[in-house]
């Protein structure tokens, strides 16, 4: 298990970048599979995108694909999400999440572990 505390959300102007990150205790964070949803008001928990552990590879959703990018530095137990060209559909309560069955996983159920959310608000 993991504990997660994510940081670097706020308000943006459409087309601006922010770049959130989330801080990982724990011994295992390496061996884990770390993603990112978001939950818009009224609307249900989506995936936005997730890395696996040590070769790193990622996949992202159809609405932040080239807009988003996922990285993860093991030696800090850190994960970032780095999201360029918001949009105000973008705005959202983000999390992060993380993962021990190596599965890279678009569902929320496959995540055990969870961050409390850092708020991400773009106005147009």
């Known amino acids: 298990q993991v504990q997660l505390v994510e940081s670097g959300g706020g308000l943006v102007q459409a087309g601006g970048s922010l770049r959130l990150s989330c801080a990982a205790s724990g011994r295992t964070f390496s061996s884990y599979v770390m993603g990112w949803f978001r939950q818009a008001p009224g609307k249900e928990r989506e995936f936005v995108a997730a890395?696996?552990?040590?070769?790193?590879?990622?996949y992202y959703s159809d609405s932040v694909r080239g807009r988003f990018t996922i990285s993860r530095d093991n030696a800090k137990n850190t994960v970032f999400l780095q999201m360029n060209s918001l949009k105000p559909e973008d705005t959202a309560v983000y999390y992060c999440?993380?993962?021990?069955?190596?599965?890279?996983?678009?569902?929320?159920?496959?995540?055990?572990?969870w961050g409390q959310g850092t708020q991400v608000t773009v106005s147009s």
């Open positions: 999440a993380g993962s021990a069955n190596g599965i890279l996983s678009t569902t929320a159920n496959e995540y055990a572990d």
């Open positions: 890395i696996r552990r040590g070769a790193g590879m990622s």
